[in-house]
């Protein structure tokens, strides 16, 4: 569960909400366990995906994986390896909620001018 601008929001079991700089935020589990995957990044291009907005991937897009490939690049000190998985990662995202789109979920739409070409340079990364 996610508290995003005083709203309580339920989400399903893997769901990503992308947190703007500053944005305030809360998160918990709802009725049991819960595993957290999070990362901190600094991006030279506007990502141009929707924050704070709950994104349910399902098992489409593996976060999980993508932030532990991330993670370790970073800490060997790869960032450029770090940055195509982070792009990678941002790029299936745009893909589910491009798909959303098209079967007429409103959030989609914010994706319609997204940069492909944006690379995010991370600042630190954790699991």
Known sequence: ??????RETVTEPNTVVLFGVGDQHIYRAFGGKYFNDWIAFDSDKE???????????????????YIKLAQD????GHEVVC??????????????????????????????SRDTNSTPTPNGTGT
């Open 73 to 76: 690049a970073y800490l060997r």
């Open 1 to 6: 569960m996610f508290i995003l601008n005083g």
């Open 47 to 65: 990502l141009r995906l929707p924050t704070n907005e709950p994104i349910c991937l399902g098992s489409a897009v593996n976060i999980s994986g």
């Open 83 to 112: 940055s195509t998985i982070l792009s990678a990662m941002f790029s299936e995202i745009g893909t589910i909620i491009a798909k959303e789109r098209d079967s007429g979920v409103p959030h989609a739409d914010k994706l319609l």
